[in-house]
């Protein structure tokens, strides 16, 4: 019977929790720095802060392919892993340098040297777990995942309330502290999964453990694509697996138009219409994100005992109910909270089960290229939703943010309904207890 090695899906989810702890420290340092160091007004603020969404939509899916055919004593994945960390860590210590000397051209420099340093490891970082993990067990491991991510993202929020300090007559903090923690902390767990974390022989156990107990549903196999020295170089997907993975794509996109678009507007939301104008509005996103977290290892094992596919549905009904809920109140009210719970536990039931299901559509050993073609549907909505929200913000009304989250969840239940395949058939137990079991 399969059960989820624990230890080792945390060991493989370092790689995860170190880029955690970067995009973390990236959304909340370098905004500030832009702003307050180097006077940058909020519209090319934005553009810069959005640069790595930009490059993320080619980036990605190249980094994945690339390692998907990568073969090495160390592994597929992990030379990428190991080349991106340093190349960042190597440029991230020029970031502080630059910003105590207001050097603008060695920050940009530094700035897009640690992006695409990032880039070069972050599909093949998300892949490592598919890569070692039986194909019925992705979305428990998924969850751990998640776990880990967010404990680097806790990480790198400690280290800035701790380190983010301004000195007697500075204008600005000295960064350099915090820069120095991220890289360390990086570094040690780069180091650690590469000491403790024997890439082909886990795959190699995960792929005997598939053949030997494996539950999932029988997928056509997809006609390969060889090079000319009649190297595989990819393969070719049955039409309906194909348009499978297109819904699954607009769906991601659907569902991360209506989440990122709150999340990017919220806080200028609770100021216009509920009139909240300090940070109070926090408490709302801390509960949902308390629910999220609570909720991933139960809604792994859900993934196991419903499926992936209903799992999600559900999670994106919990999505638009949670939307729309919020969006009946004109003023705050502390019951509003009840839909940002809704919120957080649908999108963790949609986090921990899509990625998996849109890897298990592709070729076994594709891990990489589809973890890319995930990515990139989720990253081009993230640099659309801001602009499109924000036209109904701007010349229509704030109160068109919540309708605008409801309408895009709506649409992504819709071709969310449309996929056919990347499930695994649920696990028939004797009892619920028995989905707890898991290995040491």
């Not at 039986?134 to 806790?154: D, H, W």
């Not at 960064?175 to 767990?189: G, R």
Request: net charge positive; aromatic share 12%.
């Amino acid at each position: 019977m399969l059960k989820l090695n624990y230890r080792r899906t945390i060991l493989v989810g370092f790689a995860f929790m170190t880029i955690s702890a970067f995009w973390q420290m990236y959304d909340n340092i370098i905004p500030l720095i832009l702003k307050e160091s180097f006077h940058m007004n909020d519209v090319v603020t934005g553009v810069i802060m959005a640069i790595d969404n930009v490059l993320a939509l080619f980036l990605l899916p190249m980094f994945g392919t690339l390692s998907d055919r990568c073969n090495t004593k160390i592994g597929k994945r992990m030379p990428f892993i190991i080349v991106g960390t340093v190349l960042s860590s190597i440029f991230m210590i020029f970031m502080p340098i630059a910003d105590n000397s207001s050097n603008l051209i060695m920050f940009m420099t530094a700035l897009g040297g640690v992006l695409l340093s990032m880039a070069i490891y972050r599909s093949p970082a998300v892949a490592l777990m598919p890569d070692v993990t039986p194909k019925e067990l992705r979305s428990k491991g998924n969850a751990v995942i998640n776990l880990m991510g967010t404990a680097g993202a806790i990480y790198a929020l400690v280290m800035i309330r701790l380190l983010v300090k301004k000195s007697i007559g500075a204008a600005t903090p000295n960064y350099m502290y915090l820069f120095i923690s991220l890289i360390v902390f990086m570094i040690l767990f780069t180091v650690l999964l590469y000491l403790f974390v024997p890439e082909n022989k886990w795959h190699n156990i995960a792929v005997e453990d598939e053949k030997k107990y494996g539950n999932h549903e029988e997928e056509e196999e997809g006609k390969a694509v060889l090079s000319k020295k009649g190297k595989v170089l990819r393969h070719k997907l049955p039409k309906d697996r194909f348009v499978s993975l297109i819904f699954l794509l607009l769906s991601v996109a659907f569902w991360y138009m209506a989440y990122n678009g709150v999340m990017s507007a919220f806080s200028r939301y609770a100021a216009e219409v509920w009139g909240m104008g300090d940070g109070g509005y926090t408490d709302c996103l801390m509960i949902g994100t308390a629910a999220a977290v609570i909720g991933y290892i139960p809604i792994g094992l859900l993934g196991g005992i419903l499926g992936r596919k209903k799992s999600i549905i559900i999670g994106v009904c919990a999505l638009i109910v949670g939307f729309a809920y919020v969006g009946l109140f004109g003023t705050y009210k502390s019951i509003i909270v009840i839909g940002f719970v809704l919120v957080g536990l649908g999108w963790a039931a949609i986090n921990v089960n899509s990625f998996p299901m849109a890897v298990d559509i592709g070729e076994e050993g594709e891990e990489g290229r589809y973890t890319g073609f995930y990515y990139t549907a989720s990253m081009a909505a993230q640099i659309l939703t801001p602009i499109l929200s924000g036209f109904f913000l701007q010349y229509v009304s704030y109160r068109t943010l919540f309708p605008y989250a409801t309408v895009f969840s709506i649409l992504a239940l819709l071709t969310m309904l449309m996929v056919k395949h990347g499930d695994v058939k649920p696990t028939k137990k004797k009892s619920l207890l028995e989905h707890l079991d898991v290995d040491d």
